[in-house]
């Protein structure tokens, strides 16, 4: 009697194979950290093979380095830590029972501030990169200054594409994942009870925007630019 | 509606004051603007030191308020050190290697495949 009592109770979204929608929130939560730690090893992958280039390169990732363009970089880094926010907000608009146009608003904002960082670094850095000959491949072009050194700026600059690619390609997956979640709220889907595709989405959020912490000091504060003088 | 008898899960979560976020939020600001301008002062390795201190100050914050490991169970915590135990085997044994050889080898910029590549077209 009293399982029929609390099964009247339970709230929507509650899978029956769980005790209470709690232990379902508890479990939900270790199952994305176990798949976060995947994906620290997968990043970390390439965090160790940058850190040992750069070891034996220094002089050439230091220059590479500083043709990269530290506002932008600083601008994303803002935009993310902001979008990290939102994010925060539209999960606690949720669990505090607010109505779904504040979960609704929420997402739209992380959305936007997302999609923000994207075009950032398409118009103003990939773009310029390709611009300036320093994309790796057929169009990249030595220069002078660079001497002996050349081929590894080349190559600070394959790290420089393919860690801040495989971020850029993790944020338009949260782009997408938001955009389910958009609809399950328009959907009136969560609930002060149910919020656990929030709660998970916006760990997977959180960690992009780690990766980023990491990239930004790693690809474009470390190169020695107070040798470039007034900037 | 009253909890199970059986279970050790509260239905009430731990719900984080918007002023703790605003706070973090803040506070990684301010982090962001310190680590770029130490970039441009010469401090020698220290720079290196600095800005990889100030990225994982920053990482704590996040880990800790935004994703809410503060509040969370232990078998959470458990497997987030695991992650980051495990990056440490990772990182200390290719840099354990590295470090104790002398390499000559200066690896030849991928481009220079491509006439290779191209006889095949």
Redesign the interface.
């Known amino acids: 009697m009293a399982d029929m009592a ?1 099964h009247s ?1 339970h709230p929507q979204g509650f899978a029956h194979q769980f ?5 379902q ?2 479990a939900g ?2 199952g994305m ?2 798949f ?2 995947t994906e ?2 997968f990043f ?2 390439m ?2 093979a940058y ?2 280039y750069r ?2 390169h220094l002089a050439a990732f230091e220059t590479g380095s500083r043709l990269l363009e ?1 506002q932008f970089g ?1 601008t994303n ?2 935009v993310l ?2 979008s ?2 939102t ?3 539209a999960i ?1 608009a949720a ?2 029972g607010k109505k779904k146009g504040s979960i609704i608003f929420w997402l739209i904002l992380t959305m936007i501030l997302g999609a923000a960082f994207l075009g950032l670094k398409l118009r103003f850095e990939w773009y310029h990169d390709y611009v300036e000959h320093i994309v ?3 169009g ?1 072009r030595n220069r002078t200054e660079w001497g002996s050194l ?3 700026v ?2 600070f600059m ?1 790290f420089y594409f393919f860690m801040t690619g495989l971020h850029a390609l993790h944020m338009v997956i949260g782009i997408g994942i938001l955009t389910t979640l958009l609809i399950m709220a328009a959907r009136n889907r969560f609930s002060s ?1 149910y919020y656990a595709p929030l ?1 998970i989405s ?2 997977y959020w ?2 992009v ?2 990766v980023w ?2 990239l ?3 690809l ?3 190169g ?4 470039m003088g007034g ?1 | ?1 009253s ?2 008898p ?2 050790d ?3 009430s ?1 731990h ?2 004051p ?1 002023s703790v ?2 706070g973090v ?1 803040l506070a ?2 301010v982090l ?1 603007a310190l ?2 301008g130490v ?4 401090l020698g390795p220290l ?2 030191v600095v ?2 201190t ?2 994982v100050i ?2 704590l914050l ?2 800790l308020f ?3 490991v503060r509040y ?2 232990g ?2 915590r458990i ?2 050190v ?3 135990f ?2 440490g085997i ?2 200390t044994l ?2 354990a290697d ?2 104790t050889r002398h ?1 000559d080898m ?6 220079v495949l ?1 006439p290779h590549l191209l006889r095949f077209f």
Request: proline letters at 5%; charged letters at 15%.
């Open positions: 609390a109770t005790e209470d929608i709690g232990q929130r508890d939560r270790l950290w176990i976060l730690a620290i090893l970390g992958g965090f160790t850190t040992i070891e034996l530290v600083a880094t803002v830590i902001c990290s926010l994010m925060a907000l606690r669990q505090t790796p491949g057929v990249f050349a081929p590894q080349q190559m394959c009870e709660e916006g760990l959180h960690f925007d780690i912490i990491f930004f000091p790693l474009y504060l470390i020695g630019r107070y040798t900037h | 509606m909890g199970h059986r279970s899960h509260p239905h979560e719900i984080v918007v976020y605003v939020f990684l600001l962001t680590t770029t970039a441009f002062i010469d720079n290196t800005a990889l100030i990225a920053k990482m996040v880990v935004f994703m809410h969370n169970k078998l959470t497997v987030i695991a992650a980051f495990w990056l990772m990182m290719m840099l590295e470090l390499w200066y690896p030849e910029p991928w481009s491509l």
